[in-house]
């Protein structure tokens, strides 16, 4: 398919607050009061705060509250102007807008009893885990929560998990150390899935824990913020041709497909730019795909129909693109 074309809806930020040190929690509604589309655990939504400026948060709030959306945002000072943007600028009754809500890394609570879910975040990755774990405690499943930060100060919602006594563990850094992942995987029994969100160097430990483990591959469920690194750590030059136009643009090291269409001219919807939200998802037309997003299923990539082209790059001279 190509590049979606996503309605806007229009909102109001109706509250801002402090969850956390250099954390804040953003309330949105319609300017109606009205309704807002329904959303299921895992889902984000990007949100358009400049022109040129759209960033993708997961939504953090309760399901049942359908009249009002919350996300909460870390203010990155070395990340791409989003956080930044929200924490400096926005204020409770700026008009904002934003796409749907889509869900990439949905919660499938266990079709067998006894339902075990393990659920895993590192600092501002427990946002899209909060609405997972009140499906999981209304599912009764037999759940629990390892939860870690640099500081307890800087941990989010800490004040709202309490609420879930000893199924909840909380480490800070700064207290703890770094988390015993053996100790919290390493006796999963058969049958347990385990969902997770946090930095890479987390997700990629718990990756090996998982194996190390014996859990099955389908047993793990992550949301990463950052995009694949290149499997031998260098970028070669490539052409894409647009089938709409028959232009071809070259992609230079360095540079993603994106960034090279839009020095074009060309223009693609995008958000995350980080191969996680979906939002530059475009069809393939011809040539082979060098998948780097953490988006696609291992079946979608090796189809080859469809890449993201904020992150992933071509493995030949030459990639056909339905744009």
């Known amino acids: 398919m190509s590049a979606p074309s996503l309605a806007l809806l229009d909102l109001v930020v109706a509250r801002k607050r402090a969850v956390a040190d250099g954390v ?3 309330s949105l509604r319609r300017p109606d009061g009205g309704p807002l589309p329904a959303w299921s655990p895992g889902a984000h939504l990007d949100l358009h705060l400049a022109p040129g400026l759209a960033r993708s948060y997961s939504l953090c709030g309760d399901l049942a509250v359908r009249g009002e959306w919350r996300v909460a945002v870390l203010r ?3 990340g791409t102007g989003g956080s930044v943007y929200v924490h400096d600028r926005l204020a409770a009754g700026d008009k904002i ?4 809500p889509r869900n990439h890394f949905p919660f499938e609570p266990p079709s067998a009893p006894p339902a075990r879910c393990l659920f895993l975040a590192g600092g501002i990755g427990i946002t899209p885990l909060l609405p997972m774990i009140a499906a999981a405690q209304a599912f009764e499943a037999d759940w629990r929560l390892l939860y870690g930060g640099r500081t307890r ?8 998990l309490a609420a879930y006594g000893e199924r909840v563990t909380l480490r800070p850094e700064d207290e703890y150390g770094l988390l015993d992942l053996a100790g919290f995987l390493g006796d999963a029994p058969p049958g347990t899935l385990v969902y997770a969100c946090g930095p890479e160097a987390l997700l990629t430990a718990i990756e090996e824990q998982c194996r190390a483990a014996g859990l099955p591959d389908d047993a793990l469920h992550v949301e990463r913020f950052r995009p694949a690194p290149a499997a ?8 894409v041709e647009l089938a709409d136009s ?3 643009v070259r992609v230079p090291p360095g540079r993603s497909i994106l960034e090279a269409l839009e020095d074009a001219g060309v223009q693609v919807l995008s958000s995350c730019r ?4 979906g939002t530059c998802e475009t069809e393939v037309l011809s040539g082979t795909p060098d998948h780097r997003d953490h988006l696609l299923t291992e079946a979608e990539r090796a189809s080859g129909d469809t ?4 992150v992933s790059r071509s493995h030949g001279p030459r990639l056909k693109l339905a744009l």
């Open 24 to 26: 804040c929690e953003l």
């Open 76 to 78: 990155e000072t070395a």
């Open 97 to 100: 807008t934003a796409t749907a």
């Open 153 to 160: 100060a800087s941990m989010a919602y800490a004040d709202r």
């Open 232 to 239: 031998d750590g260098t970028d070669t030059p490539f052409e």
């Open 246 to 248: 028959g232009r071809t």
């Open 274 to 277: 980080a191969g996680t939200c």
């Open 307 to 310: 890449m993201l082209v904020c």
